[in-house]
Antibody, heavy 117, light 111 residues
């Protein structure tokens, strides 16, 4: 079964850091672009970052550029999101999503990140 | 690209149809000829789930009561006969031009 499982969320103070992970199973991880999408409490979906199959290309939404870094380890079938200089407005559920030819076809259950003092 | 959905809320009687509109601020036709417009469903307390991709293609396992149509900047998701399990929020999403963007979401609820 194709699955994505996020972990690493939690409560962090403003200005702090957190690293999210996403473990993939049931498909050839190295053959797909991977993405992070977030959803603030009670709000809609917001694309955060994407990374190419081999990690050679990375893209970010403007609001996280310079603070967040997306990366992957194809040998471990894992996707990561390093989040630094966290702000209250980064509070959200963070979803890992696979994309196939620009189609976000598989989503994880999400991990909650709360930025608060 | 700004994605605008209407309505934002849609109370529907069980067994009746529902329709959601999504309009993009510019054409979603990619230079490769494809239109990367998808529809996602998010049931209460659940992650998003892909329903429709490239305007009108149903994803694996999606019931045929869901259909998508449209072209250019105007797109529609239709549910032919709403069932209780269809309650949730529906989002359109474009992946033609970065940054990828979503509509605000349309809440489908039972009257």
């Amino acid at each position: 079964e194709v699955q994505l499982a996020e972990s690493g969320g939690g409560l962090v103070q403003p200005g702090g850091s957190l690293r999210l992970s996403c473990a993939a199973s049931g498909f050839t991880f190295s053959s797909n672009w991977m993405n992070w999408v977030r959803q603030a409490p009670g709000k809609g979906l917001e694309w955060v970052a994407s990374i190419k199959e081999d990690g050679s290309e990375k893209y970010y939404v403007d609001s996280v550029k310079g603070r967040f870094t997306i990366s992957r380890d194809n040998a471990k079938k894992s996707l990561y999101l390093q989040m630094n200089s966290l702000r209250a407005e980064d509070t959200a559920v963070y979803y890992c999503a696979r994309s196939t030819l620009r189609i976000f076809d598989i989503w994880g259950q999400g991990t909650m990140v709360t930025v608060s003092s | 690209i700004v994605m605008t959905q209407t309505p934002l809320s849609s109370p529907v009687t069980l067994g009746q149809p529902a329709s959601i509109s999504c309009r993009s601020s510019q054409s979603l036709v990619h230079s490769d000829g494809n239109t990367y417009l998808s529809w996602l469903q998010q049931r209460p307390g659940q992650p998003p789930r892909l329903l429709i991709y490239k305007i009108s293609n149903r994803f694996s396992g999606v019931p045929d009561r869901f259909s998508g149509s449209g072209a250019g900047t105007d797109f529609t998701l239709k549910i032919s006969r709403v069932e209780a399990e269809d309650v949730g929020v529906y989002y359109c999403m474009q992946a033609t031009q970065g940054p990828w963007t979503f509509g605000q979401g349309t809440k489908v609820e039972i009257k």
